[in-house]
T-cell receptor, first 114, second 113 residues
């Protein structure tokens, strides 16, 4: 069964600290993986996209990693800011023949405290 | 500004009263989709459309209808809403070849009493 599991479910850290969010997936065949940020009351916004051959990709203070062998991805946030408080959703896309399927994780809720 | 616009943002309705949630995008995207988001379950796809007049069921289509008569609009119709359809709904769109680089709307919070 295609699944995307994220951990932790929620996380509280102090402003300025670093944190890492985890995403494990059992999706096959793998096409690509995205991390989305969802602010409270808003729609998700794409942070990064990673294909099979990519190990690391950065977007400002956000760095995503992908290990396609172990089917794990992480999102590392450096020098956190209050505006980083949001839910972070891992999304994996699988593609068979001409059909694609998108599987969403249930997200990690991150709270940054001053 | 490139965006996906949903209306209304908030809606409280009674069981059985037909309603429509509108979705419009101004980016000429081929692909549009509706999701519902419930606590602990993540986003689940209701219906999607690859282009005008082409729609398909997602993972949780029961109780919903959609139409795609124009490229920019993709309304979600609840013919007879029930309390289990109380949820947060998102419309999203993307270019066909963008690997689902979705642009999401701001969401519609629906309560069915």
């Amino acid at each position: 069964k295609n699944q995307v599991e994220q951990s932790p479910q929620s996380l509280i850290i102090l402003e300025g600290k670093n944190c890492t969010l985890q995403c494990n997936y059992t999706v096959s065949p793998f096409s690509n993986l995205r991390w989305y940020k969802q602010d409270t009351g808003r729609g998700p916004v794409s942070l990064t996209i990673m294909t099979f051959s990519e190990n690391t990709k950065s977007n400002g203070r956000y760095t995503a990693t992908l290990d396609a062998d172990t089917k794990q991805s992480s999102l590392h946030i450096t020098a956190s800011q209050l505006s980083d408080s949001a839910s972070y959703i891992c999304v994996v896309i699988t593609r068979q023949s001409s059909a694609s399927k998108i599987i969403f994780g249930s997200g990690t809720r991150l709270s940054i405290r001053p | 500004e490139a965006q996906v616009t949903q209306n209304p943002r908030y809606l409280i309705t009674v069981t059985g009263k037909k309603l429509t949630v509108t979705c419009s995008q101004n980016m000429n995207h081929e692909y549009m989709s509706w999701y519902r988001q419930d606590p602990g379950l993540g986003l689940r796809q209701i219906y999607y459309s690859m282009n005008v007049e082409v729609t398909d069921k997602g993972d949780v289509p029961e109780g919903y209808k959609v139409s795609r008569k124009e490229k920019r609009n993709f309304p979600l119709i609840l013919e007879s809403p029930s309390p289990n359809q109380t949820s947060l709904y998102f419309c999203a769109s993307s270019y066909k070849g963008s690997n689902y680089g979705y642009t999401f709307g701001s969401g519609t919070r629906l309560t069915v009493v």
